[in-house]
DNA sequence: CTAAAGGGTAGAGTATGCTCTAAGGTCAAC
DNA sequence: GTTGACCTTAGAGCATACTCTACCCTTTAG
Protein backbone atom coordinates (compact mmCIF):
# COMPACT_ATOMS: atom_id res chain seq x y z
CA UNK A 1 0.00 0.00 0.00
CA UNK A 2 1.01 3.25 -0.75
CA UNK A 3 1.60 6.09 2.24
CA UNK A 4 -1.70 7.68 1.84
CA UNK A 5 -3.63 4.76 2.95
CA UNK A 6 -1.17 4.03 5.67
CA UNK A 7 -1.73 7.20 7.24
CA UNK A 8 -5.29 6.75 6.57
CA UNK A 9 -5.61 3.45 8.21
CA UNK A 10 -3.19 4.51 11.49
CA UNK A 11 -4.04 7.78 11.24
CA UNK A 12 -0.49 9.00 11.78
CA UNK A 13 1.20 11.68 9.45
CA UNK A 14 3.39 10.86 6.25
CA UNK A 15 5.95 12.73 7.31
CA UNK A 16 6.39 10.97 10.59
CA UNK A 17 5.81 7.67 8.85
CA UNK A 18 9.03 8.59 6.81
CA UNK A 19 10.35 9.69 10.23
CA UNK A 20 9.44 6.73 11.92
CA UNK A 21 11.11 4.45 8.84
CA UNK A 22 14.57 6.68 9.10
CA UNK A 23 14.51 5.99 12.83
CA UNK A 24 14.36 2.37 12.02
CA UNK A 25 10.81 1.17 13.37
CA UNK A 26 9.80 0.31 9.77
CA UNK A 27 12.10 -2.12 7.85
CA UNK A 28 10.35 -3.54 5.17
CA UNK A 29 9.28 -0.68 3.09
CA UNK A 30 9.90 -1.93 -0.15
CA UNK A 31 9.86 0.61 -3.57
CA UNK A 32 8.35 0.97 -6.42
CA UNK A 33 9.82 1.61 -9.86
CA UNK A 34 9.00 4.93 -9.63
CA UNK A 35 10.22 4.78 -6.24
CA UNK A 36 7.30 5.34 -4.50
CA UNK A 37 7.09 3.31 -0.91
CA UNK A 38 5.17 0.26 -1.12
CA UNK A 39 3.92 -0.75 2.64
CA UNK A 40 2.88 -4.64 3.17
CA UNK A 41 -0.14 -5.32 5.15
CA UNK A 42 2.09 -5.58 8.22
CA UNK A 43 2.90 -2.59 8.34
CA UNK A 44 -0.07 -0.99 9.92
CA UNK A 45 -0.17 -3.11 12.99
CA UNK A 46 3.30 -2.11 13.33
CA UNK A 47 2.80 1.13 13.40
CA UNK A 48 -0.31 0.73 15.87
CA UNK A 49 2.72 -1.13 17.98
CA UNK A 50 4.64 1.66 17.81
CA UNK A 51 1.96 4.64 18.83
CA UNK A 52 1.27 2.14 21.62
CA UNK A 53 4.29 1.84 23.00
CA UNK A 54 4.88 5.27 22.81
CA UNK A 55 2.18 6.28 24.87
CA UNK A 56 3.21 3.69 27.43
CA UNK A 57 6.11 6.00 27.69
CA UNK A 58 8.76 4.33 25.35
CA UNK A 59 11.28 6.01 23.57
CA UNK A 60 11.22 5.40 19.72
CA UNK A 61 14.88 3.93 20.44
CA UNK A 62 13.56 1.80 23.16
CA UNK A 63 10.68 0.67 20.85
CA UNK A 64 13.39 -0.09 18.03
CA UNK A 65 15.09 -2.37 20.21
CA UNK A 66 11.69 -4.44 20.99
CA UNK A 67 10.89 -4.72 17.70
CA UNK A 68 14.10 -5.71 16.30
CA UNK A 69 13.79 -8.66 18.49
CA UNK A 70 10.54 -9.47 17.75
CA UNK A 71 11.31 -9.43 14.35
CA UNK A 72 15.09 -11.56 14.89
CA UNK A 73 15.15 -14.17 12.60
CA UNK A 74 18.38 -13.59 12.19
CA UNK A 75 19.84 -12.78 15.32
CA UNK A 76 20.56 -15.83 18.09
CA UNK A 77 17.60 -17.19 20.21
CA UNK A 78 19.20 -17.46 23.18
CA UNK A 79 19.94 -13.91 22.94
CA UNK A 80 16.61 -12.84 21.56
CA UNK A 81 14.59 -14.53 24.62
CA UNK A 82 17.14 -12.84 27.25
CA UNK A 83 16.58 -9.57 25.79
CA UNK A 84 13.01 -10.24 25.10
CA UNK A 85 12.99 -11.22 29.12
CA UNK A 86 14.71 -7.69 29.70
CA UNK A 87 12.04 -6.13 27.97
CA UNK A 88 9.64 -7.61 29.76
CA UNK A 89 10.89 -7.17 32.84
CA UNK A 90 10.99 -2.93 32.06
CA UNK A 91 7.45 -3.39 30.94
CA UNK A 92 6.36 -5.79 34.36
CA UNK A 93 8.20 -2.74 36.66
CA UNK A 94 6.07 -0.25 34.80
CA UNK A 95 3.13 -1.98 35.39
CA UNK A 96 3.79 -2.41 39.36
CA UNK A 97 4.49 1.35 39.38
CA UNK A 98 1.16 2.14 37.80
CA UNK A 99 -0.43 -0.19 39.91
CA UNK A 100 0.64 1.84 42.76
CA UNK A 101 -0.18 5.37 41.26
CA UNK A 102 -3.63 3.75 40.54
CA UNK A 103 -4.42 2.90 44.21
CA UNK A 104 -3.17 6.12 45.28
CA UNK A 105 -5.22 8.16 42.96
CA UNK A 106 -8.23 5.52 44.31
CA UNK A 107 -7.77 6.08 47.49
CA UNK A 108 -7.80 9.90 46.59
CA UNK A 109 -10.78 9.79 44.69
CA UNK A 110 -12.52 7.78 47.74
CA UNK A 111 -11.23 10.74 50.10
CA UNK A 112 -13.05 13.03 47.97
CA UNK A 113 -15.96 11.46 47.77
CA UNK A 114 -16.81 10.77 51.20
CA UNK A 115 -15.71 14.64 52.03
CA UNK A 116 -18.22 15.19 49.37
CA UNK A 117 -21.12 13.20 50.92
CA UNK A 118 -20.22 14.89 53.97
CA UNK A 119 -20.50 18.52 52.83
CA UNK A 120 -23.89 16.93 51.87
CA UNK A 121 -24.51 16.98 55.48
CA UNK A 122 -22.92 19.79 56.78
CA UNK A 123 -22.06 22.35 54.15
CA UNK A 124 -18.14 22.81 53.30
CA UNK A 125 -15.83 20.49 51.68
CA UNK A 126 -12.55 19.43 54.16
CA UNK A 127 -10.67 18.34 51.24
CA UNK B 1 16.08 22.70 52.90
CA UNK B 2 18.24 24.69 50.12
CA UNK B 3 18.03 23.70 46.35
CA UNK B 4 21.52 21.74 46.13
CA UNK B 5 20.08 19.39 49.38
CA UNK B 6 16.71 18.51 47.19
CA UNK B 7 19.40 18.40 44.24
CA UNK B 8 21.14 15.72 46.04
CA UNK B 9 18.25 13.96 48.28
CA UNK B 10 16.39 13.60 44.28
CA UNK B 11 18.90 13.42 41.81
CA UNK B 12 17.46 15.62 39.94
CA UNK B 13 19.18 18.48 38.38
CA UNK B 14 18.88 22.22 40.19
CA UNK B 15 18.24 23.88 36.90
CA UNK B 16 15.01 21.22 35.94
CA UNK B 17 13.96 21.80 39.66
CA UNK B 18 13.38 25.24 38.99
CA UNK B 19 11.96 24.57 35.75
CA UNK B 20 9.63 22.25 37.56
CA UNK B 21 8.18 24.98 39.29
CA UNK B 22 8.08 27.40 36.64
CA UNK B 23 6.01 24.67 35.18
CA UNK B 24 3.78 24.76 38.18
CA UNK B 25 4.73 21.27 39.55
CA UNK B 26 6.37 22.28 42.77
CA UNK B 27 4.02 24.70 44.26
CA UNK B 28 5.25 25.32 48.23
CA UNK B 29 8.06 26.93 47.52
CA UNK B 30 9.19 29.44 49.89
CA UNK B 31 11.27 32.26 49.62
CA UNK B 32 13.83 33.23 52.60
CA UNK B 33 14.88 36.80 52.87
CA UNK B 34 17.89 36.22 51.06
CA UNK B 35 15.60 34.77 47.90
CA UNK B 36 17.27 31.41 48.35
CA UNK B 37 14.65 29.04 47.71
CA UNK B 38 13.49 26.95 50.88
CA UNK B 39 11.41 23.35 50.00
CA UNK B 40 9.62 21.99 52.67
CA UNK B 41 10.58 18.32 53.56
CA UNK B 42 7.69 17.04 50.84
CA UNK B 43 9.23 18.60 48.15
CA UNK B 44 11.48 15.27 47.93
CA UNK B 45 8.39 13.55 47.77
CA UNK B 46 6.53 15.49 45.40
CA UNK B 47 9.91 15.32 42.90
CA UNK B 48 9.86 11.55 43.25
CA UNK B 49 6.84 11.69 42.58
CA UNK B 50 6.39 13.51 39.12
CA UNK B 51 10.02 11.60 38.62
CA UNK B 52 7.49 8.54 38.54
CA UNK B 53 4.94 9.94 36.83
CA UNK B 54 7.25 10.90 34.18
CA UNK B 55 9.10 7.70 33.66
CA UNK B 56 5.49 6.40 33.23
CA UNK B 57 4.71 8.58 30.24
CA UNK B 58 2.91 11.18 31.40
CA UNK B 59 3.54 14.40 30.12
CA UNK B 60 4.69 17.66 33.12
CA UNK B 61 0.77 18.89 32.20
CA UNK B 62 -0.83 15.98 33.10
CA UNK B 63 1.99 14.93 36.39
CA UNK B 64 0.75 18.72 37.24
CA UNK B 65 -2.79 17.96 36.59
CA UNK B 66 -2.67 14.95 39.12
CA UNK B 67 -0.85 17.00 41.37
CA UNK B 68 -3.15 19.94 41.47
CA UNK B 69 -5.98 17.91 42.04
CA UNK B 70 -4.20 15.35 44.98
CA UNK B 71 -3.73 19.03 46.57
CA UNK B 72 -7.17 20.42 45.89
CA UNK B 73 -7.72 21.02 49.29
CA UNK B 74 -9.48 24.12 47.75
CA UNK B 75 -11.32 23.17 45.39
CA UNK B 76 -14.51 21.49 44.94
CA UNK B 77 -14.64 17.75 46.33
CA UNK B 78 -17.01 16.40 43.84
CA UNK B 79 -15.11 17.95 40.88
CA UNK B 80 -11.92 16.56 42.73
CA UNK B 81 -13.06 13.20 43.05
CA UNK B 82 -14.21 13.28 39.36
CA UNK B 83 -10.87 14.30 37.92
CA UNK B 84 -9.61 12.15 40.67
CA UNK B 85 -11.85 9.08 38.84
CA UNK B 86 -10.42 10.16 35.34
CA UNK B 87 -6.65 10.41 35.95
CA UNK B 88 -7.38 6.96 37.61
CA UNK B 89 -8.98 5.22 34.58
CA UNK B 90 -6.08 6.54 32.33
CA UNK B 91 -3.83 5.03 34.61
CA UNK B 92 -5.72 1.89 34.62
CA UNK B 93 -6.19 2.12 30.50
CA UNK B 94 -2.06 2.39 29.99
CA UNK B 95 -1.93 -0.75 32.71
CA UNK B 96 -3.98 -3.12 30.88
CA UNK B 97 -2.36 -2.14 27.60
CA UNK B 98 1.27 -2.51 29.15
CA UNK B 99 -0.13 -6.24 30.56
CA UNK B 100 -0.78 -6.90 26.56
CA UNK B 101 2.52 -5.65 25.69
CA UNK B 102 3.73 -7.81 28.47
CA UNK B 103 2.03 -10.61 27.08
CA UNK B 104 3.24 -10.20 23.89
CA UNK B 105 7.11 -10.29 24.75
CA UNK B 106 5.99 -12.94 27.31
CA UNK B 107 5.09 -15.50 24.50
CA UNK B 108 8.02 -14.12 22.13
CA UNK B 109 10.92 -14.96 24.73
CA UNK B 110 9.29 -18.53 25.23
CA UNK B 111 8.75 -18.82 21.72
CA UNK B 112 12.61 -17.72 21.12
CA UNK B 113 13.91 -19.95 24.22
CA UNK B 114 11.78 -23.52 22.18
CA UNK B 115 13.59 -22.43 19.38
CA UNK B 116 17.02 -22.42 21.72
CA UNK B 117 16.29 -25.63 22.95
CA UNK B 118 15.21 -27.17 19.76
CA UNK B 119 18.67 -25.38 18.22
CA UNK B 120 21.00 -27.42 20.42
CA UNK B 121 19.15 -30.65 19.28
CA UNK B 122 19.23 -29.90 15.88
CA UNK B 123 21.53 -26.76 14.68
CA UNK B 124 20.15 -23.35 13.55
CA UNK B 125 17.49 -21.21 15.51
CA UNK B 126 14.54 -20.80 13.31
CA UNK B 127 13.16 -17.81 14.77
C1' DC C 1 -1.08 17.79 -23.28
C1' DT C 2 -2.21 19.39 -19.10
C1' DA C 3 -4.11 19.73 -14.59
C1' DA C 4 -4.76 17.61 -10.25
C1' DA C 5 -3.61 14.29 -7.01
C1' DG C 6 -0.24 11.87 -4.99
C1' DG C 7 4.75 10.62 -4.22
C1' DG C 8 9.81 11.79 -3.26
C1' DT C 9 13.78 14.36 -0.63
C1' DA C 10 15.95 17.87 2.09
C1' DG C 11 15.73 20.69 5.43
C1' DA C 12 13.43 24.28 8.34
C1' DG C 13 10.40 24.99 12.27
C1' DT C 14 7.98 23.66 16.68
C1' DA C 15 6.97 21.72 21.34
C1' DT C 16 8.68 19.52 25.27
C1' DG C 17 11.87 18.77 28.68
C1' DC C 18 15.75 19.39 30.14
C1' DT C 19 20.79 21.27 30.80
C1' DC C 20 24.02 24.69 30.88
C1' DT C 21 26.20 29.43 30.79
C1' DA C 22 26.69 34.16 32.12
C1' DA C 23 26.41 37.66 35.27
C1' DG C 24 25.68 38.78 39.57
C1' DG C 25 23.94 38.65 44.81
C1' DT C 26 24.70 36.25 49.71
C1' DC C 27 27.07 34.23 53.37
C1' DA C 28 30.44 31.79 56.37
C1' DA C 29 35.25 31.31 57.25
C1' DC C 30 39.59 33.14 57.51
C1' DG D 1 37.51 42.38 53.38
C1' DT D 2 38.31 38.79 50.40
C1' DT D 3 37.80 34.01 49.04
C1' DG D 4 34.88 30.25 47.97
C1' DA D 5 30.67 27.92 48.22
C1' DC D 6 26.18 28.72 47.65
C1' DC D 7 22.27 31.13 45.70
C1' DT D 8 19.60 34.09 42.00
C1' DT D 9 17.66 35.13 37.06
C1' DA D 10 17.70 35.25 32.09
C1' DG D 11 18.47 33.16 28.37
C1' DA D 12 21.16 30.05 25.20
C1' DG D 13 21.73 25.29 23.67
C1' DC D 14 20.43 20.51 23.01
C1' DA D 15 17.86 15.98 22.22
C1' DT D 16 13.69 13.95 20.93
C1' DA D 17 9.82 13.57 18.20
C1' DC D 18 7.34 15.31 15.34
C1' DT D 19 5.29 18.66 11.59
C1' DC D 20 5.58 21.39 7.77
C1' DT D 21 7.52 23.77 3.59
C1' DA D 22 9.75 23.94 -0.78
C1' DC D 23 10.60 21.98 -4.77
C1' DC D 24 10.50 18.51 -7.95
C1' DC D 25 8.85 13.88 -10.11
C1' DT D 26 4.89 10.36 -11.37
C1' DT D 27 0.41 8.93 -12.28
C1' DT D 28 -4.32 9.48 -13.62
C1' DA D 29 -8.26 11.70 -15.71
C1' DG D 30 -10.18 14.79 -19.07
Chains 1, 2 share one sequence.
Do not use: W
Not at 2 to 30: C, D, M, P, W
Not at 90 to 96: E, G, N, Q, S, T
Not at 113 to 125: I, K, M, T, V
Amino acid sequence: MQIAELEQRTGVNRHTLRYYEKAGLLQEVERRGNNYRDYPEKAVERVAMVRQLKALGFSLREIREVLDALRSDSIDCEQGAVLMAEKKAAVDDKIRELKQVSALLGREQQRLEDSAAALREEGRCKG
